[in-house]
């Protein structure tokens, strides 16, 4: 397999470091310079990874794309480019719609959207893929699990739970400013909410992802788990993050339905 990436920024740097890491069977990365640090970065990574100053000249070695550009550049620069019959493109593009990526990527047939999240690095990205591709997911499956949305719509609401990497950081970093308020050392503040959010992992898994017992089983009659749940549902926290995922959810369905 020769892989070949449009963007070499976040996201591509996580899935080719990922991949490396994992020894999948690849022969070639062959990515743009563009962003140079990251493009650096994983030449010094590995041997199979070389750097290209135009995007052209990934596309004519590679026999899968990934295109890993902003939305907002993705369609002029895909302009520019001619792609191969029989290459598969596989897109990180939220709002771009497998029309218009067939359109702009022609004459290749094969477009698969993906949304590989920065634990890829780990090997632990939740990937969704849309549509199914068996070579597609295996590469994924590398760097995580993969979930194979059913239909367009599907995509969108898995899409949705990507937008909260940046919130749960922010919720996390909330819980971490409460105790460096009241003068406990970052040190001690890491370690404790390091062992916290990954003993929870392991807590809700035990319980079989049953939120509902977790959230039950969680609470001590009067307690203070019980108390904050509580008060933040009166403050209609939950609420307001449900509407604010649907509201997530229409931009992409509207950048997909064009
Ligand atoms: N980050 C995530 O967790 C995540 C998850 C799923 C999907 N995605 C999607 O994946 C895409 C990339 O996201 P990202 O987070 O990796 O963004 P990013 O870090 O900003 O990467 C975009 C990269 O594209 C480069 N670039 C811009 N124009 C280019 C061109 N004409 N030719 C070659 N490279 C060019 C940029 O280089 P310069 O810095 O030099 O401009 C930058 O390195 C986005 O569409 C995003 O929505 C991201």
């Given at each position: 397999?020769?892989?070949?990436f449009i963007g070499t920024g976040?996201i591509t740097?996580?899935?080719?470091?990922?991949?490396?890491?994992?020894?999948?069977?690849?022969?070639?990365?062959?990515?743009s310079?563009r962003s140079?640090?990251?493009?650096?970065?994983?030449?010094?990574?590995?041997?199979?990874?070389?750097?290209?100053?135009?995007n052209?000249?990934?596309?004519?070695?590679?026999?899968?794309?990934f295109i890993s550009l902003l939305p907002k550049q993705v369609k002029q620069e895909l302009?520019?480019l001619?792609?191969?019959?029989?290459?598969?493109?596989?897109s990180f593009v939220s709002t771009l719609?497998?029309?218009?990526?067939?359109?702009l990527?022609?004459?290749?047939?094969?477009?698969?959207?993906?949304?590989?999240?920065?634990?890829?690095?780990?090997?632990?990205?939740?990937?969704?893929?849309?549509?199914?591709?068996?070579?597609?997911?295996?590469?994924?499956?590398?760097?995580?699990?993969?979930?194979?949305?059913?239909?367009?719509?599907?995509?969108?609401?898995?899409?949705?739970?990507?937008?909260?990497?940046?919130?749960?950081?922010?919720?996390?970093?909330?819980?971490?400013?409460?105790?460096?308020?009241?003068?406990?050392?970052?040190?001690?503040?890491?370690?404790?909410?390091?062992?916290?959010?990954?003993?929870?992992?392991?807590?809700?898994?035990?319980?079989?992802?049953?939120?509902?017992?977790?959230?039950?089983?969680?609470?001590?009659?009067?307690?203070?788990?019980?108390?904050?749940?509580?008060?933040?549902?009166?403050?209609?926290?939950?609420?307001?993050?449900?509407?604010?995922?649907?509201?997530?959810?229409?931009?992409?369905?509207?950048?997909?339905?064009?």
């Amino acid at each position: 397999m020769k892989l070949g990436f449009i963007g070499t920024g976040t996201i591509t740097t996580a899935v080719i470091e990922g991949l490396i890491k994992s020894k999948a069977k690849v022969q070639q990365f062959n990515i743009s310079q563009r962003s140079k640090k990251n493009s650096s970065y994983l030449k010094r990574k590995s041997g199979k990874v070389t750097v290209y100053s135009k995007n052209q000249e990934i596309i004519d070695r590679s026999s899968i794309v990934f295109i890993s550009l902003l939305p907002k550049q993705v369609k002029q620069e895909l302009q520019k480019l001619q792609f191969k019959k029989g290459q598969i493109i596989v897109s990180f593009v939220s709002t771009l719609n497998i029309k218009s990526a067939k359109k702009l990527c022609t004459p290749a047939t094969t477009i698969i959207k993906a949304a590989p999240l920065p634990m890829a690095v780990d090997g632990l990205s939740p990937t969704i893929i849309y549509p199914n591709h068996k070579l597609i997911k295996g590469l994924f499956e590398k760097i995580g699990t993969v979930v194979v949305a059913q239909n367009e719509n599907q995509n969108n609401h898995f899409w949705v739970m990507s937008s909260f990497m940046a919130t749960y950081a922010s919720i996390v970093q909330t819980l971490k400013k409460y105790l460096l308020k009241n003068k406990v050392k970052n040190e001690d503040a890491n370690k404790y909410l390091n062992t916290f959010l990954t003993g929870m992992l392991f807590e809700l898994n035990h319980k079989k992802f049953d939120l509902d017992k977790s959230t039950k089983s969680l609470q001590t009659k009067g307690g203070i788990n019980e108390e904050l749940l509580k008060r933040l549902t009166k403050d209609k926290f939950f609420t307001k993050l449900q509407n604010n995922l649907n509201k997530i959810y229409l931009r992409l369905k509207k950048a997909n339905d064009k």
